[in-house]
């Protein structure tokens, strides 16, 4: 499932710079893709934290399983917002 899903990401963000230098104008794309990786770095950052107080709160070997459960949905949407992108 995890192999899928990677495969499908690489493709979908093989156009993903393509994609960008249309739609942003060149004299924002800085600033665009720089506040693009702030908040890629803060939602890692807030997903850790959250998982971490998960782990902590909660006992047994199928706290495990949950996250692995929220991962797999997490891909798919993911996939879904990439196959609504544009050619």
Not at 21 to 45: F, M, N, T
Not at 66 to 84: D, K, N, P, T
Request: proline letters at 3%; hydrophobic letters at 55%.
């Amino acid at each position: 499932v995890m192999g899928g899903f990677y495969v499908c990401r690489a493709l979908g963000m093989s156009s993903w710079l393509t994609m960008v230098q249309e739609i942003v104008p060149p004299h924002d794309r800085g600033s665009y893709l720089s506040r693009q990786e702030w908040l890629r770095q803060a939602s890692i950052l807030l997903i850790a934290v959250v998982t971490a107080t998960y782990l902590v709160g909660v006992s047994g070997v199928d706290r495990f399983l949950h996250l692995m459960a929220v991962g797999v949905v997490a891909a798919a949407a993911s996939l879904y917002f990439l196959w609504r992108v544009p050619d």
